[in-house]
């Protein structure tokens, strides 16, 4: 199967952060016949790298972190709104944190394969927690606000979510933009943690969308993907953020 595949990254930073901060992009060898985008609001003569830099300036939302997540989970849209620039019409995107790069090897066709046979067109791994659990590790690990990731909670728990409902992992994944199941899951999701009161942390809230929407992914084991990817340099003081 001759697919279009697009690898895609995202990195933002605060006007008072130092591009020393930031999760380290670097070069890298690309696979043939793919296209590889860091969406970024940091100026691209500010960066040495391998992927071909969007930049992208999303003033309605306020938290920096959300704005590194619209590209993780909406890149498809802006895409298709923007065909002029873009030129293709992908059949797989694949998302990875910007502290990792996609190994230039053959296991990525054979996933891409995977998602567009996929009924719901959509590839993760799975977390060793649940939702409500991962909430409470959140806090712990001091990657949001008390205030925020109690909202989401009690937003996950209003809506029943169950105890049991999967929690995937989301620093690598790949999805069909072409799959109106799992665009609209997105575009849904978006709706709501885009909001401020929410927490910026994406798992526990996409996890009650996939269980909404009756979404069933393709599933990895825990971390299997990051073997797959080389690691850079994480930046943010460790992704931590109060």
Not at 81 to 93: A, E, L, P, S
Not at 194 to 208: E, F, I, K, N, V
């Amino acid at each position: 199967m001759n697919l279009k595949i697009s690898f895609i990254t995202s990195l933002f930073k605060n006007e008072n952060q130092n591009i020393e901060d930031v999760d380290q992009i670097t070069t890298f060898k690309k696979l043939p016949n793919c296209d590889y985008y860091l969406f970024t609001n940091i100026p691209a003569k500010n960066l040495n790298t391998s992927w071909t830099i969007i930049n992208l300036h999303l003033p309605n939302i306020n938290s920096t972190v959300k704005k590194s997540r619209f590209p993780k989970f909406m890149a498809w849209r802006y895409i298709k709104n923007h065909q002029m620039q873009f030129k293709k019409k992908y059949d797989v995107i694949f998302y990875v944190d910007a502290i990792f790069y996609p190994k230039p090897e053959k296991i990525w066709y054979q996933l891409a394969n995977e998602v567009k046979l996929s009924p719901h067109g959509i590839l993760h791994q799975i977390h060793k927690r649940n939702a409500y659990q991962e909430c409470d590790q959140i806090h712990q690990n001091k990657k949001d606000t008390k205030e925020k990731i109690m909202f989401t909670k009690k937003f996950i728990e209003q809506k029943s979510l169950p105890y049991d409902a999967f929690m995937s992992e989301n620093c690598i994944f790949g999805y069909n933009p072409q799959n109106i199941k799992i665009t609209n899951t997105f575009q849904n999701f978006w709706n709501v943690y885009s909001q401020d009161a929410h927490s910026h942390r994406d798992q526990p809230l996409l996890s009650y969308f996939y269980y909404k929407h009756n979404i069933t992914p393709i599933f990895k084991p825990f971390r299997t993907l990051q073997k797959n990817c080389h690691t850079t340099k994480k930046g943010f003081s460790n992704h931590t953020y109060c």
